[in-house]
T-cell receptor
């Protein structure tokens, strides 16, 4: 119940295309869903996050779509650029108590020039 | 404004040894969480410290222990190292009472631990 399942494991997209990464969760107590971007040798950096009271959140080229009934959420990267090549992690946590983050397995995104 | 800092950046130990990793949270943050990230995997929650106490713990053995100091900095200690403890250890900080922003955890660059 604590798992967050992420797909695909790896993704190759042409420059200018749309990158889509999906995540699913089971625990209905989760109510905060961030996405992190990680470059080799670096720690994860927060990209964008959403609460389940909205179905979509957009920041620049990055959009989270959230489907509460299906317990699924996804990251869309519009106009993908070579600099977006990194590993992306979805995560989930609950508001109450300690903010333990449960991470997905990660998606290695490669943007071909 | 300094972000989350961790030391050392890299560490090599042998099986059975003990290791201490250090973390300084982002300015204004009072909560420190530790995560273990094995190669090719997502980070796994170890434990979280707030007000110098362990508030929540993940599924890690007692060989993993920690401490938080009055200045909010934190240490992660691992005893009796095993080969499987080789990983990137990440520290994340947040602000417990920040309301809507409180969930945002900012990660440091990590300490790469290799156990031989």
């Amino acid at each position: 119940q604590q798992q967050v399942k992420q797909s695909p494991q790896s993704l190759i997209v042409q420059k200018g295309g749309i990158s889509i990464i999906n995540c699913a969760y089971e625990n209905t107590a989760f109510d905060y869903f961030p996405w992190y971007q990680q470059f080799p040798g670096k720690g994860p950096a927060l990209l964008i996050a959403i609460r389940p009271d909205v179905s979509e959140k957009k920041e620049g080229r990055f959009t989270i779509s959230f489907n509460k009934s299906a317990k699924q959420f996804s990251l869309h990267i519009m106009d993908s650029q070579p600099g977006d090549s990194a590993t992306y992690f979805c995560a989930a946590s609950g508001i109450q108590g300690a903010q333990k983050l449960v991470f997905g397995q990660g998606t290695r995104l490669t943007i071909n020039p | 404004d300094a972000g989350v800092t961790q030391s050392p950046t890299h560490l090599i130990k042998t099986r059975g040894q003990q290791v201490t990793l250090r973390c300084s949270p982002k300015s204004g943050h009072d909560t420190v969480s530790w995560y273990q990230q094995a190669l090719g995997q997502g980070p796994q929650f170890i434990f979280q410290y707030y007000e110098e106490e362990e508030r929540q713990r993940g599924n890690f053995p007692d060989r993993f222990s920690g401490h938080q100091f009055p200045n909010y900095s934190s240490e992660l200690n691992v005893n009796a190292l095993l080969l499987g403890d080789s990983a990137l250890y990440l520290c994340a900080s947040s602000w417990k009472l920040a309301g809507d922003l409180g969930e945002t955890q900012y990660f440091g660059p990590g300490t790469r631990l290799l156990v031989l």
